[in-house]
C-alpha cells in the first residue's frame, strides 16, 4: 500500500468547518478565535456587505459567502498560521483566501476607516488630561511592525533593532482608541521624519490650537505648539524637569498600552509576510480599525493585551541625526506651552 498521496488527488481541507463547528463555539471561545464578539463579527459583515466588498462569481467558483469571508480575515489577522492551513480550514483555494482577504481589507481601509479613526469633534469626552486649562487629546508614537524581506530596497527597511519593518504612527486617546493612524515608512526611518512627513503634522495646528490642546510624545518627536515632548536629558536637568518628564511619561504610557493590545489581538501583526508594500500597510491600516471597531463595542481586550515584544516599552537612545538637530531650533514654539503645563503639574514652587 502507498505511503504517499498522488500530486494530482484533490486536497483533503475541513468541510463544515463554518457552518458547523463555528455556530457550536461558547462565546468566549468564539472571541478567542476571531478576537470580536459575534455581535461585532455580524456587524463587520453588514458593513463589508454595505461597502460592496463581497465577490461575485469569478471563474466559475463559488463565491465566498459574506458569513465566511470576515471569519477568514479575522481568523488570519489573529493567528499566524499559513495560508495553507487557513485555506484547509476554511475549504478554499489558497488563492481565494488572499483574494478575499485582499478585498475585505480594501473595503475595511477605504470605507470603514474614517467612521472609525478619527480626530473626535469632542476632545475632551476621551482625552488623557485636562490641566491648566489645556487638554491632552492624545498620545503619539511609532511602533515597528515587522515583515518579510521586501523584494526591493531590503536594507531601507531594516531598523535599528536589525529586522525588516514598517513604521506605525499613532496617536490614540485614554481608552486606547486610534484617532489617527499612518503607516508606509521603512522601519530606518526615524520617528520624527516620519511625523514630518505624514498628514498629521500639517493638521496638527487646526486640530490642536494653540494654547487649547495638546498631543504628548517622547523625546524623539520634535517639541512644537501642539506637541509636547520631555525636556531632553543632557545630565543637567533640574529635579522640576525630571519631575515634568515623569508626569509626560505616565499620561503617554496609554499609546505603548494601545500597541500591545494591538498586537495582541491580532497576532499577524508580530510578523507580516506578504509580498506586496502596499498590501502590507492596508492590513495594518485595518487591523487598527478593527481593534477601533472592539473598543467601541465595549471589548477592552484587557486579555489580549501582552508584555512589550521588544518593538516598544524601554525608550531607545538613539544616535543624534541632522534631523533631531533641525528639530531642536524649532523648539521655542513649543516652550511656553510646556512651560504653562509643567506649571499646572508641579505647581510653580518645586525647583
Given at each position: 500500500m502507498p505511503c504517499f498521496r498522488d500530486d494530482q488527488a484533490e486536497r483533503v481541507r475541513a468541510r463544515g468547518y463554518v457552518v458547523a463547528t463555528v455556530p457550536a463555539y461558547l462565546d468566549d471561545d468564539f472571541r478567542g478565535h476571531f478576537r470580536?464578539?459575534?455581535?461585532?463579527?455580524q456587524q463587520l459583515q453588514e458593513d463589508l456587505g454595505a461597502a460592496g466588498a463581497y465577490a461575485e462569481d469569478h471563474g466559475g467558483r463559488e463565491p465566498i459567502s459574506p458569513g465566511k469571508a470576515p471569519l477568514v480575515l479575522l481568523w488570519t489577522?489573529?493567528?499566524?498560521?499559513?495560508i495553507r492551513s487557513i485555506s484547509d480550514r476554511f475549504d478554499l483555494t489558497k488563492s481565494s483566501v488572499i483574494r478575499s482577504n485582499r478585498r475585505l481589507t480594501n473595503a475595511i481601509v477605504n470605507?470603514?476607516?474614517?467612521?472609525?479613526?478619527?480626530?473626535?469633534?469632542?476632545?475632551?469626552?476621551g482625552a488623557i488630561d485636562c490641566v491648566g486649562g489645556i487638554e491632552?487629546?492624545?498620545?503619539?508614537?511609532?511602533?515597528?511592525?515587522?515583515?518579510?524581506?521586501?523584494?526591493?530596497?531590503q536594507e531601507v527597511y531594516v531598523n535599528r533593532k536589525g529586522f525588516h519593518s514598517l513604521v506605525l504612527q499613532a496617536v490614540c486617546q485614554a481608552d486606547m482608541r486610534f484617532i489617527d493612524v499612518f503607516t508606509g515608512y521603512p522601519g530606518s526611518v526615524h520617528d520624527a521624519r516620519v511625523f514630518r512627513n505624514s498628514p498629521l503634522c500639517q493638521a496638527l495646528p487646526?486640530?490642536?490650537?494653540?494654547?487649547?490642546?495638546?498631543?504628548?510624545?517622547?523625546?524623539?518627536?520634535?517639541?512644537?505648539?501642539?506637541?509636547?515632548t520631555p525636556f531632553k536629558d543632557n545630565g543637567r536637568l533640574t529635579r522640576r524637569q525630571k519631575r515634568?518628564?515623569?508626569?509626560?511619561?505616565?499620561?503617554?504610557?496609554?499609546?505603548?498600552?494601545?500597541?500591545?493590545?494591538?498586537?495582541?489581538?491580532?497576532?499577524?501583526?508580530?510578523?507580516?509576510k506578504m509580498w506586496s508594500i502596499a498590501d502590507t500597510t492596508k492590513t495594518i491600516i485595518a487591523a487598527c480599525v478593527l481593534h477601533n471597531m472592539c473598543l467601541a463595542g465595549g471589548d477592552r481586550g484587557d486579555d489580549f493585551g501582552e508584555l512589550t515584544d521588544g518593538a516598544e516599552g524601554l525608550e531607545v537612545v538613539v544616535p543624534r541625526h541632522r534631523d533631531d538637530a533641525a528639530?531642536?531650533?524649532?523648539?521655542?514654539?513649543?516652550?511656553?506651552?510646556?512651560?504653562?503645563?509643567?506649571?499646572?503639574?508641579?505647581?510653580?514652587?518645586?525647583?
Open positions: 470580536m464578539t459575534r455581535h461585532q463579527v489577522l489573529a493567528n499566524q498560521d499559513t470605507d470603514l476607516l474614517g467612521e472609525h479613526v478619527k480626530w473626535p469633534n469632542n476632545t475632551a469626552a491632552i487629546v492624545g498620545a503619539i508614537d511609532g511602533s515597528h511592525i515587522p515583515i518579510s524581506q521586501p523584494v526591493e530596497d487646526r486640530l490642536c490650537p494653540d494654547g487649547e490642546s495638546v498631543i504628548l510624545g517622547d523625546s524623539a518627536y520634535p517639541l512644537t505648539g501642539q506637541l509636547i515634568f518628564n515623569t508626569e509626560v511619561s505616565k499620561r503617554r504610557v496609554v499609546i505603548e498600552r494601545a500597541f500591545a493590545l494591538l498586537k495582541g489581538r491580532f497576532r499577524r501583526l508580530k510578523f507580516l528639530e531642536d531650533r524649532r523648539d521655542e514654539r513649543g516652550a511656553p506651552v510646556r512651560e504653562q503645563l509643567m506649571t499646572a503639574f508641579l505647581g510653580p514652587e518645586l525647583r
